[in-house]
Structures are given as C-alpha cells and as structure tokens.
C-alpha cells in the first residue's frame, strides 16, 4: 500500500491521503497518523469539471473533539481539555474588561476557502454558477497583486497608492502583509498604468503593464514604521433573522473566545469590536449599528441583547448593512481592519440601492478593510456566490459552517445542512480557532515577531508499503500536483491551453549515483507525462527536437528560465504555459518540484512539491 500525504500552509494539521489501490483513498490527520484512526471519504472526481474536485476540499484544518477549547497565541496551537464540563481557570484582564475563567468553545465547526491563493479554481466556479446565481458582477478576471516592501524587504500595511492611467484614477490601501489586489478592469485603459505609492514621508513610482507580471513589487528606500500596539477592529455583520437563532446563541460565546486569545497576544494588541445587525425591509429594524468599541463588557452587553426574529422570505438585507459598516463605523486607519458577514440568507439585490454590495466591495478595498463571509446552515449558491465575490474582492476568506456534516459534531444543528460548494473533501475545526488564526497572521505583519505557527510548504507525500502499485501511485500524485497548479494559478486558464513539458531538471547529489538519479528522473517525467495526458484542460504540445532547443537555449541542465527565453520556448513550442520542474534526490527520498510558466511574461504561476519515497524510483539500491 501507498500513502500519498498532503501538508498545507497553515500548519496546524497535515493530511495524509492512504491508497491502497487507485481508487481507495483515506484521510489521516498528522496526530492520528501513527494509530491509523482514519475517517472514510470519497476521492474527488476529475479536475476541473467536476463540483467535488478543487485542492481547496482538502486544505483544510483538523476537527477536534473536546468541548473546550483556547489557542495559545503565542505558537498559534490548539490547547484542548479533556473533560467536556470543565471550564480552565485562568483568567484575562484588558482594559476594556475582565473574563473570570477562559470561555469554553462554542460548538461551532467550521472550515474555509482561500479564493485569491486558488484563483484560477475561483474563477472557474465564477463562470459555473453564474448562470444561476443572482449577483453582480466584479471585474477580478484580471487581477495585478501590487506587494509593497521596506528596505529590508518587509510588508509595509497601510501605504497609500494611487494608480493612473486609466479612464478614471483608483486610490487604494495596501493591507497588513503590503498588498493590494488591483483590477484592471475597473478602470479600464491601458497598456500601462503609473502607481505612485505614499507611505508616512517616503514615496515610489513604478509603471506596470496590464499584460504583464500578476504580481508586482513595490520597493520603498525606508525601513517601515510599526505601532508599539497595533490597532484591531473586528466588526461582525450579523443576519439576525429567525433561521439564525441557534448560529446567533453560538456566535456570542465565539466572540468571547476570540477577545481572550487576541489580549493574550504578547504584542497586547487595542482590539475593538463593533456589529451591524440586520433584518429586512419589513422587520423591526432594517439595520442596527453597534459602534466599534474596545470595553468588552459593553459590548457583550449588547451582545446578549441580540435575538432573532423576522425575515421569512429568504433574501436579507445585507446591502444596507455592508453600507452602514463602511460609512457609519469609525474604522482605524493604520493597524488591522477585519469584518464578517454571518448569514445563511442571500442578499435581496431587488430595491434598487444606488449602494450595493459591489460598491461596499470596492469601498472597503480601497480603505484595506478585508470583509470575510460565513456561511452557515442553509446558505444556497446564490449566498455562497456573493460572499465569496466580496471576500475575495477585499482579500480575505470565505468560512462556511460544517455541522459535523460527516462526524455528527455540532449537535443541534440542521443535519445535512451544508453550506459550501466546495465539495466533500475537507477538514473542519473550531470556527473561533479559524478567526483567532486570521486575526493573528494579520497582526504578525504589523509586528517584527514572526508568527510561530508550525507552518510548513504545500507538499504531497508518497511513502512505500508493501504491495504497491509504483505507477498508479506517482500517476496518482502528479494528478493532483497539476490540479493544485492550476487551482492556484495567477491567471485563468482556460480549457484547451497549450502546455510545453520541459525535461525533469536533475539537480546532483555527490554521493548518489548519477546514472541512477538521471533513470529516476526520467521514470518520474514519464508518469507526469501520463498526468497531463489525462488532464483536460491542458493540450499538451510535443517537440521531439525539444533537446536541441534547449541545449541552444543553455536551459539543459539548469532549468531556469527568464522572461525572454520563456518567450523564445513559447515561440518555437507553440505553448502559451511551460510546465518545468527539477529533482533534488537523498538517500531515503525524491523531492519534484512542479513550477507553472506564463510563456507571455516568463512569470511563474504556481508551484507545487512532491517528497516521493526513495523505494517508488525506478533505479533504488
């Protein structure tokens, strides 16, 4: 048997995919791994046609067990109690109030998507819900990340910019990591547009071109300025219709478990917390606005006063409280800016509102408010649709509650009720843990501590046990290596895309054999090979010259390719995508790096990595 396993970047859990066979598959948590305590799934259907098939059902973080919950916020880690009645008795102090023992968790399971890291996923499910999503259409196909850095190559949060050139200036902030998303086509014009960047008394002037680099670099001559403590608004903006009282009861505990963990921080940083409460039209109230504040106690006050009622005919009112939230809030202007939306309801778009959830989109873009959706119990597409438009639009994340959909966690909540389209496979964890997590790694930008989360690199892992099917197995892992490049890929593509393989690069080990690692390499290029000849969205262009071009390109043995020599290949193999990668072999392993190449601008799109047993290569001594 095989075990191909999947580690992804927030750290705090590493799946572990176990094959026994092509078409039997298991997940297994890093904890659980040794015990072999595994929960079934289905695997994912081929990519990218299918509903279950994105990477993202799987990037997931590990669900836990117990009934109470913290995070240490120094390492990022879950602490767990394993009596599901006792409360720890620590205690935490802010200025704004004290909690006298640390609030047990609130039950509610969660687990999310990141649509700007798997664009190219998040535009294809653009375009296969839009006939039936009610929505307004944002212009994110194309999309320029601008990341603005110190001197010493830091992010710089809150620089101001503005970018011309096109039928209209755009003013913008760049978020806490730097970087602001810039659309193209909201302004339109083009080739070019001048950015001028505006940062306490330090400026920069860069021109970019509209076909160019996805990803473009800011340099400032200065180090970058930081708060002793930095400023945090957290602002929920909550459906409190009557489908919503159970979330609503849940939810008032998770904000109490997010305020403990954020003052516990060792940076101490001021958090203020403030709501838009919404119904609809009808209802008691249209909108109800709670001012951001930083006295807890006030603000759980007017927590607990929070009941559900009214709505009933299944769209909300959401526009006219993401207008309150960004113009009747007094948002901070230089530390961290975050709001969530907490509905199972879409948004009504039929009272003609000259302010909709497009110009609240783009207004809290341009002020670097990221604006998170949370999908709970019963969401359709067309809520799904819009609150993933706008989080990712505002560079932020989109939760939806699980209900212990396959574990029977969440007791008391609508059983089946799923509100995601993101498929099956997925790992679910506290949803306070999620937000407490987002929060943080917002933070950390703001401080010079780095955040110590257990982080480690995306990578896939095929181990050997006995019996194995070596090729199915690689064939296996390749398949979803490619799938994550295109998942994560900085532009579109389309179906039908030409795709060039270049040679597997080898990079030498002195005390491996060479004939071996160079057999190895070229078994593993043949089961790639079989990947993208099973992949449907890219058509493959074959060269059988391909050694002569790269020889006169002096590519052959280091693999590495610059703009123009990327436009060179592109030219003379008829590809619009390169698909290069290299070998980098030890004793007890093979490590396959995958890299995703615009021909166009020789930029990189995607990478991805795999550590492949040292028993799975052709040649093993």
Known sequence: MIAAKWRWSTGLVCLALLLSGPHCAQWLTREDRD???????????????????????????????????????????????????????????????????????????????????????????????????????????????????????????????????????????TYADGSYLFFPQLVGGGPNYQVRVNYHNQSANLSIRRQGNREVVIALSEERVLPERPDVDLVFIFDTTGSMDEEIARLKRTIEIIQYNLSEMSVRPRVRFGMVLYRDIHDEYRTKVIPLTDDLRAFQAELNEVEAHGGGDGPEDLQAALQDALTKLNWNQNGVRMGFIITDAPPHLDYNQSYDYKSAAEDAQSRGIKIFGIGTGGLDINGEYVLRQIAQYTYARYIFLTYGEETGENAGGVSGSVSHHTGANYNSEKLEAIIIRFAREEIAHLTDRPLDDGTEEDYFLAESVDAAEREAILRELFRRSINQLLDYSMIKVERGTT???????????????????????????????????????????????????????????????????????????????????????SADRHEVFLRLIRVETGEVLAVSRAIIDAKLGLAYR
Do not use: W
């Not at 700007?116 to 320029?144: G, M």
């Not at 503005?162 to 200036?169: L, P």
């Open 499 to 585: 795709l060039a393989r270049l040679p597997l690069t080898v990079v030498h080990t002195r005390d491996l054999n060479a004939d071996d690692q160079k057999a190895n390499a070229e078994f593993f290029a043949q089961q790639i090979s079989y990947a993208l000849s099973k992949n449907e969205t890219f058509r493959v262009v074959e060269r059988e010259d391909l050694q002569q071009i790269l020889s006169e390109l002096e590519l052959q043995q280091s693999g590495l390719i610059d703009e123009e020599q990327a436009s060179e290949l592109g030219r003379l193999l008829g590809s619009d995508l390169l698909l290069a990668g290299k070998m980098i072999s």
């Open 35 to 173: 015990n072999t305590n595994v929960t079934d799934f289905t695997d994912d259907q081929n990519h990218p046609d299918s509903e279950e098939s994105s990477e993202t059902d799987r990037r997931n973080q590990e669900e836990s067990n117990t009934d109470t919950t913290a995070v240490d916020t120094e390492n990022g880690r879950t602490e767990e109690q394993s009596d599901p009645d006792q409360q720890v008795d620590n205690t935490a102090v802010d200025e704004g109030g004290a909690t006298d023992v640390r609030p047990i968790r609130s039950g509610l399971s969660a687990s999310f998507a990141d649509d700007n890291r798997q664009f190219n996923y998040f535009l294809q499910f653009l375009d296969k819900y839009a006939a039936q999503a009610r929505s307004i259409a944002l212009p994110v196909r194309e999309r320029i990340v601008l990341r603005v850095r110190d001197a010493s190559g830091k992010p710089v949060a809150n620089a101001r910019l503005n970018i011309s050139g096109g039928e209209r200036a755009l003013n913008g902030t």
